[in-house]
């Protein structure tokens, strides 16, 4: 993708160096590090993350730097090495990794490994660490997920997304749906937790197909389990096929309908919503790297257009792995753009994810118009009553996590 797909921001000093303001507090809060594989085997039809596959990356021009599997481990080292000079000696040991994508189980699970002793050796551990990779099911064995566990791994997040075929066709994922099971009993074999996503609204999907996919995932008895509607993203192949009527999008109650579904088939199953579209059989088995997002806490990106934050300074890489690659052989640091969160965003953004999870938002936090907004809100089923007088605290509702966005809305309106 272009560089003018990247978002609009004040430019990123090369040296990647941050405002003093954004380091004060850096020793006070957890650490997180996303380390971004931008490698895919086939595009799917529906995604629009910054990944690329290995066809297209050799089908660029000129003779500059880039990234392929045998190189990528060496260049997000270079990264790790960019983000210590940066943060300097107060940054605390890294308390969350999670290895995203693409698929990161391309890389070989040694090169996974030997990203994480750098991040052990530019900034440490703490104790008890969660560290996840995603993987595609059919791109991992009992071999590498062994490898991983050995490594410091703790944890693998594996796309099933349906187990009914016809959907997985519309959504060109192209695992087998046996493998997910196979993948699931190498990962508990290896003593990993297991994670499984899904994706529900795909066109075509009926509620007993989407009911399907549910039993199918709990009877692999995973650890957590999450639920995301698909989104038909601007510039996928999935919104030209609708936009030409060729694929013909579900009912506006549809997703609504399956979300319902969901929370009630997985909270009978024993698990328990702890964020809207993310359920965990217990407090241990959420993904902390998840919740530091969702509780405002710092974390640096690693990779091809991964995004970080630090301290209110939000910034993003340059997208394509050649550029990024270019960026670090000259000793620069890869960051595209940034910007500085106002007072305002800040507000608006703890606000936003707070309301998210299952801890909710505390009331005294709300400025004087959003705490007078509660009540209306519990009295139109949105947010859960007791939650607000016993505890002080705005918790939504199943109807309220339908309708989130409107409970923002209210909550931060003047």
């Known amino acids: 993708m272009p560089p003018s797909s990247l978002p609009d921001g004040d430019p990123a000093p090369a040296s990647g160096e941050l405002p003093s303001s954004a380091l004060a507090g850096l020793g006070t809060t ?36 880039s990234i392929g599997l045998d190189t990528y481990a060496a260049a997000a080292i270079a ?18 990794v999670f290895v995203g994508g693409g698929t990161p189980t391309m890389l070989r699970s040694a090169d996974l490994v030997r990203v994480l002793s750098g991040i052990r050796e530019h900034f440490g551990l703490r104790p008890g660490a969660e560290v996840t990779t995603e993987a595609n099911p059919d791109s991992v064995t009992p071999e590498s997920l062994a490898e991983l566990a050995a490594g410091g791994f703790t944890r693998v997040s594996l796309g099933m997304q349906s187990a009914v075929p016809h959907v997985l066709a519309t959504l060109e994922r192209t695992h087998d749906p046996d493998n997910v099971a196979r993948a699931v009993a190498a990962a508990r074999a290896a003593g990993l937790q297991v994670s499984v996503d899904l994706i529900y609204g795909t066109p075509g999907e009926s509620l007993d197909d989407w009911r399907r996919s549910l039993e199918a995932a709990l009877a692999l008895e995973p650890d957590h389990v ?21 694929i013909m999008m579900p009912e506006d109650d549809d997703e609504a309908d399956k979300y319902e ?36 806490s710092n974390w640096w990106g690693i990779g091809p257009g ?82 607000a007088v016993r505890d002080g605290r705005v918790v939504l509702t199943r109807r309220g996590r339908l309708l989130a966005d409107t409970v923002v809305h209210r909550l931060i309106a003047p």
Request: net charge negative.
């Open 261 to 296: 579904l969901a929370d009630e088939v997985l909270t009978t199953a024993g698990l328990e919503w702890y964020e809207v579209s993310n359920w965990a059989r217990s407090a241990q088995a959420r993904c902390r790297h998840n919740v530091a997002y969702w509780s405002g």
């Open 226 to 246: 999450s639920a995301y509607a698909l989104v038909v993203e601007e510039g996928t192949k999935l919104a030209r096929q609708v936009r030409r009527g060729e």
């Open 306 to 387: 991964a995004h970080s934050h630090v301290g209110g300074v939000r910034w993003w890489n340059v997208k394509h792995p050649a550029a990024y690659a270019a960026r670090l052989a000259a000793g620069e640091s890869p960051a595209h753009a940034r910007e500085t969160l106002t007072d305002e965003q800040r507000y608006d953004e703890t606000v936003l994810l707070t309301t998210r999870i299952t801890a909710g938002l505390p009331l005294s936090y709300l400025r004087v118009s959003g705490r007078a907004a509660v009540a209306g809100l519990i009295a139109d089923g949105l947010v859960d009553g007791p939650s």
């Open 79 to 96: 990264e790790l090495g960019v983000a210590r000079r940066v943060l300097g000696d107060a940054a605390p040991p890294v308390s969350t």
């Open 30 to 65: 957890d650490l997180g590090i996303y380390v971004h594989v931008p490698f895919c085997s086939v595009r799917c039809g529906y995604c629009d993350f910054n990944t690329y596959t290995l066809t297209e990356l050799s089908a660029r021009d000129g003779d500059g730097p």
